[in-house]
């Protein structure tokens, strides 16, 4: 399941992170990268543990917390801080599974990597290329979005990053844990979640068809979920 969320982040907040982006340092990505994903691996990235990560990646995640459809998309357990990186003219990401597990920097935690998010952060007219190629069992999806705008992803999905051919392209990306591994469960809920709110529209909230299948809704995360 791929989906995208128009306008995650403000106009201003692309505009700010975009202005601190511009004065930190950028290192080679493959610092963070396992050892098939380094060798497809070629773009920038700012270091994990910067002061400028941790305030951008703070902003992200504030704009996570006002977005139901991440929370309805994802269900997130956790969430990796989330980190920057930038592909310049010839720069690219080939074909490559993210790795399984990831530890958060500081606290040695393990999260598994079910849920992928990229949120552009560069206009699409300012770059070719440096599009985000979701492969899955239905064929590949090809994604590039305004700035603002974010994918989210299995992270069990093979993606690469095409290569960019005239710009830059800069972008947040992390993972979450979610309550429900298994994708097509996650799916699932969100279908369902969504019917319910195009129901809810139509029929007042003590409806017996809307508590009926609210009810039905949580008692599949009840029955599902890994908290
Ligand atoms: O730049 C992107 O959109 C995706 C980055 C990515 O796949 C990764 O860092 O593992
Ligand atoms: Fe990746």
Redesign the pocket.
């Given at each position: 399941m791929l989906i995208t969320i128009p306008d995650l982040l403000t106009p201003e907040e692309v505009a700010y992170m975009r202005q601190i982006l511009e004065g930190t340092a950028w290192v080679d990505g493959r610092s963070t990268a396992g050892d098939q994903?380094a060798k497809v691996k070629h773009n920038l990235q700012v270091p994990v543990d910067s002061p400028e990560a941790r305030e951008l990646g703070n902003i992200v995640l504030r704009a996570l917390g006002r977005s139901p459809v991440y929370s309805s998309a994802a269900l997130p357990a956790h969430i990796l801080p989330p980190m920057f990186?930038r592909y310049d003219e010839g720069m690219t990401?080939g074909a490559?599974v993210?790795g399984s597990i990831r530890v958060i920097p500081g606290t040695g935690q393990r999260i598994r990597t079910d849920v992928s998010t990229?949120v552009f952060l560069t206009p699409p007219e300012d770059y070719d290329g440096g599009e985000?190629v979701v492969h899955d069992t239905y064929g590949q999806h090809s994604v590039k979005l305004p700035a603002g705008h974010a994918v989210v992803y299995p992270a069990t999905s093979l993606?690469s990053?095409t290569p960019v051919t005239r710009g830059s392209r800069w972008?947040s990306?992390f993972w979450a844990q979610s309550m429900v591994r298994d994708d097509w469960r996650r799916h699932m809920l969100y279908d369902l979640d969504m019917s319910i709110m195009r129901i809810r529209a139509m029929l007042p909230d003590d409806d017996p068809a809307v508590t009926g299948i609210t009810a039905h809704y949580h008692n599949m995360i009840r029955h599902w979920a890994e908290t």
């Open positions: 994903a990186n990401f490559h993210d990229t985000l993606h990053v972008a990306f």
